[in-house]
């Protein structure tokens, strides 16, 4: 397996554009993870999916933000209108509920940059 | 509120030498504890898991978690510069399958 693949590795938008980041989790998998990295708040998670469905979104920040997985391969972050201070690394994680020690694994992420 | 604190660092030792990374966590319920490791501008990977209390051995790294105290922590034997990068230490929400809960991370660097 290819492992989670993110789009785009990088993004540079204007203040009060649409911004949508996009994940595949590893196949089989039935959790898929949202997290914005920042150097003040550091790895924060802010919705996650079980079986396609969102099970938390509590640490989504604003309404601004929305997520959606309409199948089991696919994943949407987006930020409408976006602001400078949502300038961060965002990652899309995966993994499978076996056992308790199962591990996410991590896309490469994509660096937001907001102007 | 959940939370998971790490000191952020740097932590600096010599090679060959022994590096020791602390976390502390505040929901009791909690029952995995991981370690990733994170190089500049790559994303998290994982190092090692543990759920039961005392140390668990791998290769150079050994975890060692006490429930009681709601500490986890990660040793490094005879570090090497290219174990230089910022460590997370992660919990697992409970209730919440799969779902972790990181630390800001420490950052070690390792000076040959």
């Known amino acids: 397996d290819a492992g989670v693949i993110q789009s785009p590795r990088h993004e540079v938008t204007e203040m009060g554009q649409e911004v949508t980041l996009r994940c595949k989790p590893i196949s089989g998998h039935d959790y898929l993870f949202w997290y914005r990295q920042t150097m003040m708040r550091g790895l924060e998670l802010l919705i996650y999916f079980n079986n396609n469905v969102p099970i938390d979104d509590s640490g989504m920040p604003e309404d601004r933000f929305s997520a959606k997985m309409p199948n089991a391969s696919f994943s949407t972050l987006k930020i409408q209108p976006s602001e400078p201070r949502d300038s961060a690394v965002y990652f899309c994680?995966?993994?499978?509920?076996?056992?308790?020690?199962?591990?996410?694994?991590f896309g490469q992420g994509t660096r937001l940059t907001v102007v | 509120q959940k939370e998971v604190e790490q000191n952020s660092g740097p932590l600096s030792v010599p090679e060959g030498a022994i590096a020791s990374l602390n976390c502390t966590y505040s929901?009791?319920?909690?029952?995995?504890f991981f370690w990733y490791r994170q190089y500049s501008g790559k994303s998290p990977e994982l190092i090692m898991f543990?759920?039961?209390?005392g140390d668990k051995e791998d290769g150079r790294f050994t975890a060692q978690l006490n429930k009681a105290s709601q500490y986890v922590s990660l040793l490094i034997r005879d570090s090497q510069p290219s174990d230089s990068a910022t460590y997370l230490c992660?919990?697992?929400?409970?209730?919440?399958?799969?779902?972790?809960?990181f630390g800001k991370g420490t950052t070690l660097s390792v000076s040959s």
């Open positions: 992660a919990v697992n929400i409970p209730q919440a399958g799969t779902a972790l809960i």
């Open positions: 543990i759920y039961s209390n």
């Open positions: 994680a995966s993994s499978s509920y076996q056992t308790r020690d199962t591990e996410a694994f």
């Open positions: 929901d009791r319920g909690s029952q995995s």
